[in-house]
């Protein structure tokens, strides 16, 4: 793949900023608000200001590929069992101490921007190599959302469906145009107090809320994250706050995983999440209310298998990635039902 020499060597020009009375630039996409002298760059590294004007440095350009079953992103609601061309850039707005792409998300260095793609070519890559999506992840794609909402454009014009997994750290007004040009999200939940965002994350709870509502209304299929920290966002009380949330702001069918954690980056204090913290996560959060709640980063055939709400059939068994519809009836629209009690199941089936 290759990319124009402007687009890499200065980037495009971003949206959402404005100029301050001084001369800096303020950009308006996340909380943030990074407020820029000529040269400097923001809180994610990728947005800078160039001659007076707010640039995105990483506009065309990539951190890698690879093709991964949808599975991986995680969503087990929109489209199980088909492939995706994942591919992210480099940076980050949040400043998780347990981030387990550091690699990338928190990358300085130009050289681990291996490869160059405009938008149309990244979807010709995905239809050549029969991907029914493509997923911005790696690290977070709401700061390169231009070139993003590009390529989902590029993607949607050739039949492929634009994912995002992201963090959700978004101003509402950028927010919306970023989840309606895509087909369905991960979000993470990273824990479910203000104490945690603020000292973990570096950032707000209630940003990350609002995106959950602004997604989820924009007609993007989403699905949630929760990663559990040993001794930090694992207690019941938390988990059963989030699930009772969750169902009352978004309701019930929002598919939600519980992944374990691993000692990385800043957090090599904590040992990794036992196999019986996301069992037993997933049980309180479906005593709240919750109807398809998963369990990953673990061998758990029953906790990553899709169950019917109301008859208990299995509808997709699945164990890590290995995925098999067994009992959905699958309709041209992408909606689908029990294929035992004629119960509509929340998704995009085929």
Not at 31 to 53: E, H, Q, Y
Not at 225 to 242: F, K, Q, R, V, Y
Not at 285 to 297: D, I, L, P, Q
Request: aromatic share 10%.
């Amino acid at each position: 793949m290759s990319a124009t020499a402007e687009s890499v060597a200065t980037g495009r020009v971003a949206r959402w900023w404005e100029r301050c009375a001084d001369g800096r630039v303020r950009c308006v996409l996340c909380p943030r608000f990074c407020t820029l002298r000529d040269g400097r760059r923001g809180f994610c590294f990728v947005r800078a200001n160039s001659g007076g004007a707010l640039r995105l440095t990483t506009y065309g350009r990539s951190s890698g590929f690879a093709i991964d079953p949808v599975e991986k992103k995680p969503l087990n609601h929109f489209l199980p069992g088909s492939r995706v061309l994942s591919f992210g850039t480099a940076g980050c707005n949040l400043g998780c101490k347990f981030c387990q792409n550091w690699e990338i998300s928190k990358s300085r260095e130009w050289d681990s921007l291996a490869a160059e793609a405009l938008p149309e070519e990244i979807a010709s890559a995905a239809a050549s190599s029969a991907c029914a999506s493509v997923a911005f992840t790696y690290n977070d794609p709401v700061i390169f959302a231009e070139y993003a909402i590009d390529t989902a454009r590029a993607c949607r014009a050739k039949g492929i469906h634009p994912i995002a997994v992201t963090a959700g750290y978004i101003e509402p007004s950028p927010a919306r145009e970023f989840f309606a040009s895509m087909d369905a999200a991960n979000i993470d939940l990273k824990g479910f107090t203000e104490d945690f965002y603020r000292k973990v994350t570096g950032g707000r709870l209630s940003t990350v809320l609002t995106t959950l509502q602004i997604a989820q209304d924009s007609g993007c299929w989403v699905e949630i994250t929760t990663l559990l920290i040993p001794g930090l966002n694992d207690s019941d009380e938390e988990i059963a706050a989030m699930a009772e949330w969750i169902v009352s702001h978004l309701g019930p069918d929002v598919p939600h995983h519980f992944s374990a954690f691993h000692p990385d980056f800043r957090m090599m204090d904590r040992p990794p999440t036992p196999p019986e913290t996301l069992k037993r996560a997933r049980e309180i959060a479906m005593r709240g209310g919750e109807h398809f709640v998963y369990t990953g980063n673990i061998s758990d055939p029953r906790g990553q298998s899709t169950y019917c709400p109301r008859c208990g059939a299995v509808a997709v068994k699945r164990n890590w990635y290995v995925t098999e519809v067994v009992g959905v009836n699958a309709r041209a629209d992408g909606t689908g039902t029990c294929a035992h009690c004629g119960t509509k199941l929340p998704g995009v089936w085929r």
